[in-house]
């Protein structure tokens, strides 16, 4: 039996467009099935510069991107660190007066600022979010587990490492965090938290650079047929592109997913997922001519 090919639902491209823009994510498609996460040359860089003890010379501290947020590319924020003491996952139950370092007069974390947050208790956006909402200009969420491959990752007795590195993905409603976040991993944040905690003085920054892949710039974009939220930029950006000319380099790529999986093809082989599927529930192999809907007609274009 043939497998129908699905394109997803509604998805939110905003931000995953500007990291494949920027050249951090890269996306390949691997046969039918599999859809691969690519990680590119990192264009952005997390140093300490205060304390001087916990600096990094060279590339600095390894970090992983968020894939939301704006991050300001050919920039830079330089600002304090302080250290939330809660979680920050509840908007209404966020104490800009506690954390780490302490300060003497009861004063609140001064604005702009970078928080350190610990991962945990609910998404990364809603943490950012909160971050934001507070006066945060950056945002580090300190990883709460080592990855075992790491040379450095000595877990406690009762404790477990991760096997896979974490992605700090948009849980779909991140289009109003317009802050950058990194990621640390947790033998580095664990040295800045006891930092702070003994009420030292941090000051960090986070840079951009802006990639140059050449004399072109060079894009793609992930979307569906299904997917409007990049209907827009797909029915305007024709004359930019054309204005671009030989000097940029586009390439589209259909999202494709197992549509048995997605439950779209019953027991008895109806398609359930309608023109979303390319076989018309497994009746019709990929290498066909379709122009039924638009669906198959962008695919196989």
């Not at 945990?120 to 580090?140: I, M, P, T, W």
């Not at 317009?178 to 030292?200: G, T, V, Y």
């Amino acid at each position: 039996m043939t497998r129908p090919h699905c394109l997803p639902g509604t998805r939110s491209l905003s931000s995953i467009l500007a990291l494949l823009l920027s050249g951090s994510l890269q996306f390949r498609l691997l046969g039918l099935y599999k859809l691969e996460v690519v990680r590119a040359v990192q264009t952005s860089k997390f140093q300490i510069l205060i304390p001087q003890s916990l600096s990094k010379p060279g590339k600095g501290y390894d970090h992983r991107d968020a894939l939301f947020g704006i991050p300001p590319y050919g920039g830079s924020i330089q600002q304090q660190v302080f250290y939330a003491d809660t979680d920050l996952c509840d908007a209404n139950n966020i104490n800009a007066k506690g954390g780490y370092p302490q300060r003497s007069d009861g004063s609140a974390w001064q604005t702009p600022f970078i928080l350190l947050v610990d991962r945990g208790g609910c998404s990364f956006v809603v943490k950012v979010r909160n971050a934001q909402r507070a006066g945060a200009a950056g945002v580090l969420i300190a990883d709460d587990l080592c990855l075992c491959d790491r040379p450095d990752c000595k877990p406690e007795t009762d404790e477990v490492c991760e096997t896979r590195e974490p992605l700090m993905a948009d849980d779909g409603s991140g289009a109003d965090v317009s802050i950058p976040s990194f990621l640390l991993f947790r033998e580095d944040a664990d040295q800045i938290k006891q930092a702070l905690m003994n009420n030292q003085h941090v000051r960090a920054q986070m840079s951009f650079k802006v990639p140059a892949p050449g004399a072109r710039v060079e894009y793609q974009l992930w979307t569906a047929p299904s997917d409007f939220v990049s209907r827009s930029l797909e029915q305007t950006f024709g004359l930019a592109a054309a204005a671009l000319g030989d000097r940029a380099s586009f390439q589209p790529h259909p999202y494709i997913y197992d549509g048995i999986s997605a439950g779209c093809q019953t027991e008895t082989g109806e398609d359930e997922c309608f023109n979303l599927c390319l076989n018309d529930g497994g009746t019709v192999p990929l290498t066909q001519t379709m122009t039924c809907n638009p669906d198959h007609r962008e695919l196989m274009l």
